[in-house]
């Protein structure tokens, strides 16, 4: 088994700057996303998939990045004969519903490749964007839950947490 690594790059470790927080507060609704990838699509890495992600995410008029994780490699759990993934943790604010932040986060798998369905549970996929927070909210429907069911047991999502500070996130 390959060790778990720790990984910067251009946007992940990422924090937005207070003045421009201040100038452009998108709205009172804070979420977490937990960000994955281990399978390429065309000349992407798994790492350009999520760069990309942050990008497109960025350019969304209705959410502002406030801060993420930087990467993490680690093993694949459940099935493990697949490449290692690559996570992260990003903070983000809107002032959508979880409804409207739950089908972006549809639309934007789907736009990476992500099949509508996984050939087996745990499958490899290009892009995995879990919901783990919005705001306080409590939810459990057959296909989300929030908070996300099992983040508290997944070091690819309590990891890249960890190194995001514990500073509120409202200026």
Same mark, same amino acid.
């Given at each position: 088994?390959?060790?778990?690594?720790?990984?910067?790059?251009?946007?992940?470790p990422?924090r937005?700057?207070?003045?421009?927080?201040?100038a452009?507060?998108?709205g009172r609704n804070i979420?977490?996303?937990?960000?994955g990838?281990n399978?390429g699509?065309?000349v992407?890495?798994?790492?350009?998939?999520?760069?990309?992600a942050f990008?497109w995410?960025?350019?969304?008029?209705?959410?502002?990045?406030?801060r993420?994780s @930087?990467i993490?490699?680690?093993p694949?759990?459940?099935?493990?004969?697949?490449?290692?993934?690559?996570?992260?943790?990003?903070?983000?604010?809107?002032?959508?519903?979880?409804r +409207?932040?739950?089908a972006?986060?549809?639309y934007?798998?789907r736009r990476?490749?992500?099949g509508r369905k996984r050939?087996?549970?745990?499958?490899?996929?290009?892009?995995?964007i879990?919901?783990i927070?919005?705001n306080?909210?409590r939810?459990?429907? @057959?296909?989300?839950?929030i908070?996300?069911r099992?983040? +508290?047991q997944r070091?690819?999502?309590?990891?890249?947490?960890?190194?995001?500070?514990s500073k509120?996130?409202?200026?």
């Amino acid at each position: 088994m390959k060790n778990a690594q720790i990984l910067s790059s251009k946007h992940y470790p990422f924090r937005a700057f207070t003045q421009h927080l201040e100038a452009k507060t998108q709205g009172r609704n804070i979420f977490v996303l937990g960000l994955g990838s281990n399978m390429g699509y065309g000349v992407k890495s798994s790492i350009d998939i999520l760069e990309s992600a942050f990008m497109w995410l960025d350019s969304v008029s209705y959410i502002k990045i406030l801060r993420t994780s @930087p990467i993490w490699r680690n093993p694949a759990f459940g099935f493990r004969a697949q490449n290692d993934f690559y996570n992260a943790v990003m903070i983000c604010q809107s002032h959508k519903n979880i409804r +409207h932040i739950y089908a972006l986060i549809f639309y934007i798998e789907r736009r990476f490749a992500r099949g509508r369905k996984r050939a087996f549970k745990n499958a490899p996929r290009t892009l995995d964007i879990d919901i783990i927070f919005f705001n306080t909210l409590r939810l459990k429907y @057959p296909h989300l839950h929030i908070p996300h069911r099992f983040y +508290h047991q997944r070091a690819s999502v309590m990891l890249p947490l960890s190194f995001i500070e514990s500073k509120p996130l409202r200026t």
